[in-house]
C-alpha cells in the first residue's frame, strides 16, 4: 500500500466512525428546535392496519388531515414480507420505536411516454446542469421493534417533494397532522446519565 492509500483509508475510516455515531434530530415544529427520539419513544396504531395483496406499504393518514397542516408530509407503514394472495394486517398497539434514521429519497424527472409511431424520445443534458436538478423527498426511517407483529418493519415519514433548496424533512407536528386519528407519536423524556 501506497502512503496516499493509508491516508485515504484512515480518513474514510474516521468519516465512517464518525456519521455512525450521530444522533438523529428532528424538529419539534418549524418554530422550535430539534429533539432527539429517545428509546422508549412509541408509534401506537390506533386501530389495525391492512396492507393490500401485492403490497409492503400501506399510507398512514387520516382522510381530513392531509390538508390539515401536513405541507406535503406523508407516512407510510412497512413490512417486510409482501403477501401477492391475501390482505396483512397488523394489529393496533403501543409498537416501540427502536431508532431513528435520516432518509432522502432522491427523485428523477420522466419524460412522457411516446405514442404510438412517434419514436424513442431523449432528453439531452445540458452543458453544466446535468439535464436540471433532482428533486428530493428528506424524511425519516422510524424503526420498529417487531415483537409487536414480526412482519412489522418500520415507518417512514418524508417531506414535500420539491428541488434541494426548497425541501426539509417533515417536523413532529406535520407527522403527526398526517396520522390524525390512524396512530399516535408519542416521544419519550430523555433518560438522566
Known amino acids: 500500500m501506497t502512503a496516499n492509500t493509508l491516508i485515504r483509508s484512515a480518513v474514510l475510516g474516521g468519516l ?47 382522510r381530513g388531515a392531509r390538508g390539515a397542516g401536513g405541507g406535503g408530509t406523508s407516512c407510510v407503514l412497512e413490512v417486510r414480507r409482501i403477501d401477492d394472495e391475501g390482505t396483512q394486517s397488523i394489529p393496533a398497539g403501543a409498537i416501540p420505536i427502536t431508532r431513528v434514521q435520516n432518509y432522502l429519497a432522491l427523485v428523477s424527472g420522466r419524460i412522457p411516454t411516446p405514442g404510438p409511431g412517434e ?20 424524511g425519516y426511517h422510524f424503526w420498529l421493534d417487531d415483537s409487536h407483529d414480526p412482519n412489522l418493519m418500520r415507518m417512514t415519514c418524508l417531506g414535500r417533494l420539491d428541488d434541494p433548496a426548497y425541501t426539509r424533512a417533515p417536523t413532529l407536528a406535520e407527522i403527526r397532522a398526517v396520522l390524525g386519528d390512524v396512530a399516535t407519536l408519542t416521544i419519550a423524556l430523555p433518560t438522566e446519565p
Open 16 to 62: 465512517v466512525f464518525l456519521i455512525g455515531g450521530c444522533q438523529t434530530l428532528v424538529r419539534e415544529s418549524v418554530e422550535t428546535g430539534w429533539v432527539e427520539i429517545p428509546a422508549g419513544s412509541t408509534l401506537t396504531l390506533n386501530r389495525p392496519v391492512t396492507f393490500p395483496p401485492g403490497r409492503a406499504r400501506v399510507f398512514l393518514s387520516d
Open 119 to 138: 419514436g424513442v424520445r431523449f432528453q439531452l443534458a445540458g452543458h453544466g446542469d446535468s439535464g436540471g436538478s433532482q428533486m428530493i423527498r428528506p
